[in-house]
């Protein structure tokens, strides 16, 4: 479907059949060449902290997006978010973060909005096409960043 996969994708959700779907939409939609998932913030955090130990980022090899959930065991998605703000980001400057929660909190999505790296805030399971819609704005965004001037 898609001319030119991402690298990779980070999947965080505790839910296991959510994980799931979340990967078989991913996978449908030929939309990134790996895809990890990690249980809860802790690990999806250890994951991105051993990328930029090991220099992965100098290679822009890290997630692209990670489609993140709020409500989740040992570190959720807050608190994952603002680890990812001081220590992580400054590494993966082009990673975007999709929330994908079940939260029909208004304060949660206002909350979410002032992280600069969240781009959307998703209540229903994601699609192939949203994932199509996802990709030819990040396209867009990297071959922005990317031109020379």
């Known amino acids: 479907m898609l001319l030119e ?22 996978s449908k939609a030929n939309f990134a060449e790996q895809i990890v998932e990690k249980k809860d913030g802790n690990e999806a955090f ?26 989740m065991p040992v570190l959720d998605g807050w608190e994952f978010m ?15 973060i999709v929330i994908t929660s079940q939260s029909v909190d208004q304060s949660d ?14 209540k229903h399971p994601i699609s192939v096409n949203y994932l199509l819609q996802l990709h030819g704005a990040l396209m867009k965004e990297y071959n922005l960043h990317n031109c020379p001037e």
């Open 109 to 122: 999505i206002l909350r979410a909005e002032k992280y600069p790296f969240v781009i959307d805030f998703l």
């Open 46 to 71: 250890r994951y991105c902290q051993q990328l930029v130990d090991k220099g992965e980022y100098l290679n822009g090899n890290y997630p692209k997006v990670i489609f993140l959930d709020l409500q």
């Open 82 to 96: 603002d680890q990812f703000t001081t220590r992580i980001w400054p590494f993966f400057k082009e990673t975007k």
């Open 5 to 26: 996969k991402l690298n990779t994708v980070l999947c965080v959700n505790d839910n296991e059949i959510t994980l799931f779907i979340l990967k078989r939409t991913i």
